[in-house]
């Protein structure tokens, strides 16, 4: 399958499990938020995406992506679909509505303003429902992500251990198949029972204390649908494991320094730290151009 078919692919699928994830979590499981939320953070998305699809396109004099036919739009909406899902279901604001909103915008437009130049075109580089979730809560000391019992709250017996072990396979399945993405996946969760263990350690805890965040679906989802984003994170292998790793590192200063929702300003983080590499990058590489092949600004 080729690169483009493996990520629209990719996409669809994500696309097709969060959404099932959300359903069930509001009609089984037991999730906090509202489906009103839900609603408002996927309208914002969606609206947001084609928003700035139409002044880039305009500005560019280019046609829109969502040309083409139905089957074309809902395919360039799934990224925003995806991200208003995930928005919805990991943030937490009682009965407010507007904070959803200004999650959902601000994830979908991170991905517009903070782009870094890889061959010959643009890509973002953070995570956009991260992002979004992260700067929501930063700004709004009131908010916070959602509560980790909601995944299992109405579940019992086998059931609730069950359901994350499914959410578990299914996440492997796709980062394996589709996204690419189990290097960073194994970086990642041996640097963060590593960094259990040593804060565990260092503080005469039992162990146990450090790695039991590992078994709470939170940190499932968090680690097969969250940090695997492939528009945010590296392709090779080696990257990918230090990409995850770094995340790990940078989380445990954060819990050190008595940092809540370490989680997501962790992963927020690396995202901006390895945004601003390549951007290093680009710009040597640029520098070191021969003269006849740098092109006329004037």
């Not at 604001?93 to 130049?117: D, N």
């Not at 970086?187 to 146990?208: E, H, K, N, T, Y």
């Not at 790695?211 to 984003?229: A, C, E, H, K, N």
Request: proline residues 6%; positive net charge.
């Amino acid at each position: 399958m080729s690169a483009p078919n493996l990520r629209l692919s990719s996409l669809r699928r994500f696309a097709i499990s969060i959404s099932v994830l959300n359903l069930l979590g509001r009609s089984v499981l037991g999730f906090e938020s509202s489906w009103a939320q839900m609603f408002v953070a996927l309208v914002t998305a969606y609206a947001t995406e084609m928003v700035l699809e139409v002044a880039d396109a305009w500005a560019n004099e280019r046609p829109y992506r969502f040309a083409g036919g139905g089957w074309n739009l809902v395919d360039f909406l799934l990224p925003a679909h995806i991200a208003g899902m995930a928005v919805a279901m990991l943030l937490y604001t009682g009965s407010w509505l507007l904070p959803f909103a200004f999650a959902a915008a601000v994830s979908i437009a991170s991905k517009a303003l903070f782009t870094v130049p890889v061959n010959k075109s643009r890509r973002h580089f953070l995570n956009p429902s991260n992002t979004g979730i992260a700067v929501t809560v930063l700004l709004f000391p009131a908010l916070a992500p959602i509560m980790p019992y909601q995944f299992t709250e109405r579940l019992s017996g086998g059931m609730s251990w069950a359901f994350p072990v499914l959410v578990a396979c299914v996440g492997f399945f796709m980062n394996w198949r589709y996204a690419g993405r189990l290097p960073l996946v194994l970086g990642w969760v041996v640097g963060f029972a590593l960094q259990g263990i040593l804060r565990c350690l260092l503080s005469d805890l039992p162990i146990m204390v450090g790695l039991v965040p590992m078994t709470g679906v939170s940190f499932i989802l968090f680690t097969f649908y969250m940090v695997t984003d492939p528009g945010s994170t590296p392709i090779d292998w080696r990257e990918q494991i230090m990409f995850g790793a770094a995340i790990a590192l940078v989380y445990s200063v954060l819990v050190l320094a008595h940092v809540g929702f370490a989680f997501f300003y962790a992963l927020f983080i690396i995202c901006f730290a390895r945004g601003l590499l390549l951007h290093l990058k680009a710009a040597k590489s640029e520098t070191y151009l021969p003269t006849e092949s740098i092109p006329n600004r004037y």
